[in-house]
């Protein structure tokens, strides 16, 4: 077998493989620890079309300031919007805090 066929069909295999990987979108959505409701019900319509539409979901509430005193507000809104969207997708990573920010993943159902 010629060296310079065995290449070519060796870069033929790794470009077709790469076409069927499949590309994985994060989309974020960002609450502040006293969102509205109003503001609520708004972002999760824009979360609902991000997993209908496959892209992860990567919620957050970002603590300014002293706002940081609110640790518990902001789970229970991100523990409410999993609620919400519970048909739709599953959690994947449960609220955490990390610095000023109380992130969670959200994949979307199959």
């Known amino acids: ?6 290449l070519y ?3 033929k295999r790794e470009k077709a493989l790469k076409a069927k990987a ?3 979108t ?9 969102t509205d409701d109003h503001d609520y019900q708004f972002k999760k ?10 892209a992860k979901l990567k919620a957050f ?11 518990e507000q902001g789970q229970i809104l991100l523990l409410r919007l999993a609620q919400d969207l519970e048909e739709l997708g599953k959690v994947e990573q449960m609220p ?3 610095g000023k920010r109380m992130t969670m ?6």
Do not use: C, N, T
């Not at 077998?1 to 065995?6: E, G, L």
């Not at 993943?105 to 199959?110: G, H, Q, R, T, W």
């Open 22 to 24: 499949s590309k994985v």
């Open 1 to 6: 077998m010629d060296y310079k066929k065995f």
């Open 96 to 98: 955490r805090l990390e």
């Open 105 to 110: 993943f959200i994949a979307p159902k199959k």
């Open 61 to 71: 509430v970002f603590f300014k300031g002293r706002s940081i005193v609110f640790k």
């Open 45 to 54: 319509k824009h979360a609902e079309k991000f997993l209908k539409d496959g």
């Open 26 to 34: 994060i989309k974020e959505i960002r609450f502040g620890p006293q």
């Open 9 to 11: 069909e060796q870069k």
